[in-house]
């Protein structure tokens, strides 16, 4: 992989700049999958891996910290869950171990984890699911924002990212701004950096590569799939609120909704309160993605994908997934008429 054209180059120079890669590529994070190895390979390869704590304990995140040092010398992130009950010790973790990156997810930052990122000197990330939030976070103290649209894997929220692009990009600029959601080539990158974002994040296109220890089996369920089968969760009734993951359809989404109604006839009947369903259906699904990811229960467990998951097609190496977009990428620019990567 070599250098960059001037026209790429300067379209997410601000990115680059911000993570301190040659790419602006951020590696998406993905429990059980964005770990020592996978945010190594991303990083290595020019792009910027962030390792996802997801419910881990502070003493798993030092250790996996720790063992993504090793495997790499290049700029990387930590993303940590805003409800995780430890934020503030995991925080501790990450600032102790001289990470450059934090980001802060599944939820608006609290004030205090705020405060410490800034003071700890590491910056900050946030996901702006709307423009009055992105707003928000970038007043309270946000380095830079991700924009991720619905088309992306796992945890959702309601409006896609084109939508998304078009309602904050022209109008927040104070920040730089990454764009997230069913992304998965070059050329469509350049266009968002041409309507001002500064670099993309990518989650599926990682996932079954050679570096991701997800199961073959959880691998070849990507490869088999088609954009219509990564669907989001399905909420029965109002009353019991359903959090949105898209992930591919299998016997356990179609088994949840089975749940769902069965829980919804024991409430009614008085054979559970309203608590008591609630936990029931939030706890459906409760280790289910490490079943896919780890055991390769790609049946029962949660096979979490994005939109993008169409164009993953075979297992490649990193490297070779990052050259692809580039590739992509240049040849939209020399298309529209920019001047060409250096010889």
């Not at 180059?9 to 993905?30: E, H, K, P, S, V």
């Not at 350049?190 to 990682?206: C, T």
């Not at 089975?258 to 919804?264: D, G, M, P, R, Y």
């Amino acid at each position: 992989m070599g250098d960059v054209s001037p026209a790429l180059d300067a379209l997410w120079q601000r990115g680059t700049a911000f993570l301190g890669t040659r790419y602006a590529i951020m590696g998406g994070a993905m429990s059980w999958v964005s770990e020592r190895h996978l945010v190594s390979a991303i990083s290595n390869a020019g792009g910027f891996g962030v390792i996802a704590c997801g419910s881990m304990s502070p003493a798993l995140l030092e250790a996996e910290i720790a063992a993504t040092q090793a495997l790499t010398h290049k700029p990387f992130g930590v993303n940590l869950i805003t409800m995780h009950p430890a934020l503030d010790d995991l925080i501790a973790v990450c600032l102790r171990a001289k990470v450059g990156h934090i980001v802060l997810a599944g939820g608006v930052p609290p004030g205090p984890a705020v405060r410490a990122v800034k003071d700890g000197g590491a910056k900050l990330v946030c996901f702006a699911p709307a423009l009055v939030l992105a707003k928000r976070l970038v007043r309270s103290g946000a380095d830079a924002l991700v924009i991720e649209g619905s088309e992306a894997g796992g945890h959702i929220g309601p409006v896609s990212l084109m939508v998304l692009a078009q309602e904050i990009l022209p109008v927040v600029t104070e920040v730089p701004i990454f764009v997230a959601g069913g992304l998965c080539r070059g050329d469509a990158i350049v266009s968002m950096l041409e309507m001002g974002a500064s670099g993309a994040q990518l989650g599926s296109m990682f996932a079954a590569t050679s570096e991701s220890i997800a199961h073959p089996r959880f691998k070849a369920a990507f490869f088999r799939a088609h954009a219509r089968d990564a669907l989001p969760s399905i909420q029965l009734d109002d009353r019991f609120p359903v959090i949105p993951v898209r992930g591919l359809v299998n016997a356990g989404t179609r088994r949840f909704l089975e749940h769902q109604a069965e829980t919804l006839r024991r409430f009614q009947s008085g054979e559970l309160d309203r608590e008591a369903a609630q936990l029931s259906i939030e706890h459906f699904w409760a280790g289910a993605l490490r079943r896919a990811v780890i055991d390769g229960d790609v049946e029962q467990g949660s096979v979490m994908a994005g939109q993008s998951v169409g164009q993953v097609r075979e297992e490649k190496p990193v490297a070779a997934v990052i050259a692809q977009l580039l590739d992509e990428a240049e040849a939209m620019l020399a298309k529209r008429g920019y001047v060409g990567r250096p010889a």
